[in-house]
């Protein structure tokens, strides 16, 4: 399969997890955002080679976290407020993958994780595409928090992930129009 077949048929299947909604379809949705945008050969570069598109991530809420982080409280979650149809859409911004995936969206304890940690997390720990032992102080932080505390029913990381999966589908229209248009 073509990367631009494969890119296309990972953004449907995203879409799919998306509307399904449950803590498996977040995990797998994990493992589908980890090819596209964090193996050694991001998904997303492969097929952007090509078209050269400048990707941009609009992220909502990043400067209210900030502000909330600063406070250093024992928890804290962006939750939805991350994607535009979220709380924060007031305070858009349009980031680049690096930093999309550097936007600070979980607080458990002293433990801060991004949006890369946790795609990386739910992806080889939680069962994403591996499931192994919790090693690092993250790692251990999430799956204790997950053990515990639930938002909507679901796992934190799974509710976290649903705004993540949103952003990406945004922000990689305009590539998969461009291979739409490849014929």
């Known amino acids: 399969m073509k990367a631009s077949q494969l890119l296309v048929s990972t953004l449907s299947e995203l879409q799919r997890y998306v509307a399904v909604g449950d803590d498996y379809a977040m995990l797998r949705a994990a493992g589908l955002l980890r090819q596209l945008l964090m193996d050694a050969s991001p998904l997303v570069h492969q097929v952007n080679r090509a078209h050269r598109l400048k990707l941009k991530f609009l992220v909502c809420g990043r400067r209210f976290a900030e502000v909330v982080l600063a406070d250093g409280p024992m928890f804290y979650s962006a939750l939805g407020g991350i994607h535009r149809s979220g709380l924060t859409r007031h305070q858009a911004e349009m980031l680049s993958l690096d930093e999309f ?57 799974a509710a976290q992930m649903k705004p993540v999966i949103l952003v990406v589908l945004d922000a990689l229209e305009p590539l998969a129009n461009a291979v739409a248009g490849d014929g």
């Open 101 to 157: 995936l550097a936007v600070r969206v979980l607080k458990l304890g002293p433990q801060i994780l991004t949006i890369a940690d946790l795609i990386s997390i739910a992806s080889n720990v939680l069962g994403g595409v591996h499931k192994g032992p919790a090693s690092t102080e993250k790692e251990q932080a999430l799956e204790r928090f997950n053990e515990t505390v639930s938002a909507f029913g679901q796992p934190i990381s």
